[in-house]
């Protein structure tokens, strides 16, 4: 619910599908974001507990290299770069906050929402073949995450 455009009143309090199938603009607030990392486990770091943010990422891309059902639930968004925008604003903040203890889901490509630190060469449309294939390092992620390690 964050995330949907508040110019858009027929998408309050919707999410998900939902919002996608009603055509609801996506966009990312870091401000929110922040407000709601700090309330569920931000404020940890500040009472002096060990804190580790497990099994956050995205795809750089959403909805493009998605799912063929999420492309076709999303193809009206113009903005192709709301995931990375959320996978950035999440580094920022772990940065700032001084939490470098984080796992990136995940290393293998296999994941099809997300992807992984590894690319592949499976496309829905193109190269339905290619599941289970690696290719390269995706440098986008390794970068966002190596940000962290600085």
């Given at each position: 619910?964050?995330?949907?455009?508040?110019?858009?009143?027929?998408?309050?309090?919707?999410?998900?599908?939902?919002?996608?199938?009603?055509?609801?603009?996506?966009?990312?607030?870091?401000?929110?974001?922040?407000?709601?990392?700090?309330?569920?486990?931000?404020?940890?770091?500040?009472?002096?507990?060990?804190?580790?943010?497990?099994?956050?990422s995205g795809n750089?891309?959403?909805?493009?290299?998605?799912?063929?059902?999420?492309?076709?639930?999303?193809?009206?968004?113009?903005?192709?770069?709301?995931?990375?925008?959320?996978?950035?604003?999440?580094?920022?903040?772990?940065?700032?906050?001084?939490?470098?203890?984080?796992?990136?889901w995940q290393f293998?490509?296999?994941?099809?929402?997300?992807?992984?630190?590894?690319?592949?060469?499976?496309?829905?449309?193109?190269?339905?073949?290619?599941?289970?294939?690696?290719?390269?390092?995706?440098?986008?992620?390794?970068?966002?995450?190596?940000?962290?390690?600085?």
């Amino acid at each position: 619910m964050q995330f949907m455009d508040p110019v858009q009143p027929q998408c309050v309090g919707l999410e998900g599908d939902a919002a996608g199938n009603n055509g609801c603009n996506i966009v990312i607030n870091p401000v929110l974001l922040e407000q709601g990392w700090e309330e569920h486990f931000g404020y940890l770091k500040g009472e002096n507990y060990a804190l580790s943010v497990n099994a956050w990422s995205g795809n750089p891309d959403w909805p493009d290299n998605a799912q063929i059902l999420m492309q076709t639930r999303y193809s009206y968004l113009t903005d192709h770069t709301v995931d990375w925008q959320w996978q950035n604003a999440l580094v920022d903040y772990l940065i700032e906050r001084g939490i470098c203890n984080t796992c990136y889901w995940q290393f293998n490509p296999e994941s099809l929402d997300t992807g992984g630190l590894y690319d592949h060469a499976y496309d829905p449309y193109n190269n339905t073949g290619g599941w289970g294939t690696w290719k390269g390092m995706d440098s986008r992620k390794l970068n966002l995450v190596g940000q962290i390690l600085e």
